[in-house]
């Protein structure tokens, strides 16, 4: 097979993708990222309002997006998002997993209600909505590509809290290592990004309850979303097509190694 000198290409024309948890942070500049590069989005949370403004910006800008409310923990719910996506703007062959929630509590003091919220949100939703996506590729003989949100807090862990998310977020790697396997003869690539202290609506509240922890990081800052669009597109692109079972880790040197 003939490759392109140099074999980079960040054209998603024609590819359809679904972004979990784009109301806000991450998954907001994801969906923007998927869209400006040619790709139609599907953007999934429960805060609909947000979800029309952010599809409201893509088309101002030319891209074609459509909002689809979703709760990850229910996973009737993240089975049919999927259909309800192919029915309006084709088949998904691009799965953004990025829906995420702390825990900011110690594993003992922590009620069932949210140890169910955290697994279900961080572990059985991707999990649920992966199975869902690959089911469909398989059945129509196409390629595709998931991309999990992990964290680096799934290899590493300080204490003081959120235990919980640290153990959720390393069984997302551990699912990408696996279905990456599972799916390989089918040409669908599994991979994860592991960020960092990356600004988001989530990130500010953590700062809000425990002050700017910028100081401690050897580049004194907390990183923008915007520094993750080059990693992303890379992994739903055709570059990446040998690329599947690893998780990109950015950090920006923040943590232990």
């Given at each position: 097979m003939p490759y392109a000198l140099p074999n980079v290409s960040n054209d998603l024309t024609g590819r359809v993708a679904l972004v979990t948890g784009a109301s806000?942070?991450?998954?907001?500049?994801?969906a923007k990222?998927?869209?400006?590069?040619g790709a139609k989005v599907a953007i999934t949370a429960r805060r609909v309002e947000r979800l029309?403004?952010?599809a409201a910006e893509i088309r101002a800008d030319g891209g074609v997006a459509d909002p689809f409310e979703l709760d990850v923990t229910d996973a009737e719910a993240c089975m049919a998002v999927v259909g309800a996506a192919e029915e309006k703007l084709g088949l998904v062959d691009i799965l953004v997993n990025n829906a995420g929630i702390p825990d900011a509590?110690?594993?003992t003091k922590m009620p069932l209600t949210l140890i169910d919220a955290v697994l279900d949100t961080n572990l059985r939703a991707p999990f649920v909505l992966s199975c869902e996506v690959a089911r469909?590729?398989?059945?129509?003989k196409r390629p595709g590509r998931i991309v999990n949100i992990?964290?680096?807090a799934a290899f590493h862990y300080a204490g003081g809290g959120a235990a919980l998310y640290s153990i959720t977020k390393n069984a997302v790697v551990r699912m990408t290592e696996a279905l990456s396997v599972e799916w390989a003869s089918f040409n669908i690539n599994v991979n994860g990004i592991a960020p960092g202290a990356f600004r988001s609506e989530m990130m500010d509240g953590m700062l809000a309850r425990v002050g700017d922890i910028a100081a401690r990081f050897p580049r004194g800052r907390v990183c923008d979303p915007?520094?993750?669009d080059s990693t992303l597109l890379y992994l739903v692109s055709p570059a990446s097509e040998a690329v599947t079972g690893t998780v990109i880790r950015i950090d920006d040197g923040q943590g232990p190694r």
């Open positions: 806000s942070g991450l998954g907001w500049r994801f990222v998927l869209a400006a590069a029309e403004q952010l509590q110690r594993a469909r590729l398989i059945a129509a992990a964290s680096v915007e520094q993750m």
